[in-house]
């Protein structure tokens, strides 16, 4: 089995790949590992989803993957959901990608310059494909989740995000990440740590280093089950 881990920044999987085994460079940002025998690639594809999209679809190019992971950090709009806490992304949407008219925000399809069942879409929304009976992601809390290219701190603006898509955490490419797979048919997951709440921005108040641990932890977990040695 090959998995493909897909993150951000080194920061994400710096812990993940002390536990692996590493194999040979692919292209500088892209790196060859194993875990047991399982082999275990990690592309760092940057923040956004324009990088995310143009790596991720090279990579799936080059190699056929039997899943890919999207892991990394997120911020909740539900103080539920803890910082620390490691969730599965089960739906995602591009948030900012429309059309802002007198202070309100209208998707493509609300514009009629898409369709909002043109595949991989439903109803303007990209939807997992399930959590491969694999205990660990049934475990984690699923939740919908917004793609952001601006993280905003403005009161109104997260507001007006809250108020149209009702997300549970925002990210900078799980959006593009779930495009590029449905549209690859490429098995995938997105498992995310909490370590901030979106709100004014205080970076003081992140809580990085928890939501990292924990995050590795469960990807750790999830590898594990996947094994065959």
């Known amino acids: 089995m090959r998995i493909l881990i897909v993150a951000s920044s080194n920061r994400e999987t710096a812990d993940l790949i002390g536990k692996l085994e590493f194999i040979h460079q692919i292209e500088p940002y ?56 490691v969730v599965n992304v089960v739906q995602d949407q591009f948030a900012d990608l429309g059309v802002e008219h007198k202070n309100k925000l209208f998707t493509l399809y609300e514009e009629e310059l898409m369709n909002e069942n043109e595949f991989p879409f439903a109803e303007g929304k990209l939807n997992s494909l399930g959590n491969f009976e694999i205990e660990e992601v049934d475990s984690l809390i699923p939740v919908k989740s917004i793609t952001v290219n601006t993280y905003y701190s403005n009161p109104k603006w997260i507001n007006l995000m809250q108020e149209k898509y009702s997300p549970e955490i925002e ?36 809580n990085i280093p928890s939501a990292l641990e924990n995050l590795t932890e469960s990807v750790i977990s999830i590898v594990n089950e996947l094994r065959t040695d």
Not at 193 to 198: D, E, G, M, N
Request: proline share 1%.
């Open 30 to 85: 892209y790196k060859s590992y194993k875990l047991g025998a399982m082999g275990i690639d990690i592309l760092i594809t940057g923040y956004g989803g324009v990088f995310t999209a143009y790596h991720l679809t090279r990579a799936l190019n080059m190699i056929n993957y039997d899943l890919a992971i999207n892991i990394g950090l997120a911020g909740s709009f539900d103080h539920f959901l803890e910082q620390g806490f």
């Open 171 to 206: 990210t900078m490419n799980g959006a593009a990440f779930f495009y590029v797979c449905l549209s690859e048919k490429v098995p995938f997951l997105q498992i995310r740590a909490i370590s901030h709440f979106v709100e004014i921005r205080r970076i003081e108040n992140w």
